[in-house]
């Protein structure tokens, strides 16, 4: 199946969009709380700040929403070139070089290791069909962290242990992306996710995407 044939509909990408820009509200705020740890060092620094929208391979360029927001529809990967596609270009992220794999870079800095761990976990507590849906009880995601190889056991396991006791963030308030509170994120650091959210709604205006009439 070719890639154009699986053009997703209209409420598919508002979905996607909508989906990306929690996921990085969320990553973001797991991060905020992990820096003030006082018993922890970790600067999260980098240029693919905010979480997921920025850099080559971010979740608001086009190809990458065009095939992620197929997976409601066709959540097989394999089956699913449009999804596969726009996972492979995510993984471009510094991110995912750092972590993904059999075990993370051996490039990788400890900051790094935090970093895909918090986002890994982020991912396993949010509805994503093609990783096999939404993980609602740490027994589960402690059960799928078990399963990583060493030293992603061991960042994983320690960042749930930390998650476990820290506030959850409200991302329920979130509903549209008309209406995006902000949870507790540093305000320069929502702002710029707000102005990314805007640039692919009018991105996506040009590819025949009317966002904002949603």
């Known amino acids: 199946m070719a890639i154009d044939e ?35 060092d970790l600067k999260f620094y980098g240029g693919e700040r905010p979480h997921d929208l920025i850099g080559p391979g971010n979740k608001l360029e086009l190809e990458t929403i065009l095939g992620f927001a197929t997976q409601w529809r066709k959540p097989d990967v394999e089956s699913n070139p449009a999804l596969k596609k726009a996972i492979e270009l995510h993984r471009q992220q510094y991110h995912h070089i750092m972590w993904n794999g059999e075990k993370p870079s051996p490039d990788a800095s400890e900051s790094d290791l935090w970093f895909g761990a918090i986002d890994s976990v982020c991912s396993l507590l949010e ?9 609602t009880g740490w027994d589960e995601i402690i059960e799928i962290a078990n399963k990583n190889p060493p030293q992603k056991k061991e960042y994983l396991l320690k960042a749930i242990d930390y998650m476990k006791c820290m506030q959850k963030p409200e991302l329920d308030l979130i509903t549209s992306l008309s209406n995006i509170q902000n949870i507790g994120l540093d305000q320069h650091v929502y702002d710029m996710i707000i102005a990314r959210k805007d640039e692919a709604i009018k991105m996506l205006e040009k590819h025949g995407y009317d966002l904002t009439k949603m």
Request: hydrophobic share 30%.
């Open 6 to 40: 699986l053009r997703p509909t209209e409420q598919e990408v508002y979905k996607w969009v909508l989906s990306a820009v929690k996921h990085s509200i969320h990553v973001e705020y797991y991060l905020k709380k992990f820096e003030e740890l006082d018993e922890l």
């Open 127 to 135: 509805p994503r069909d093609y990783q096999g849906g939404i993980h």
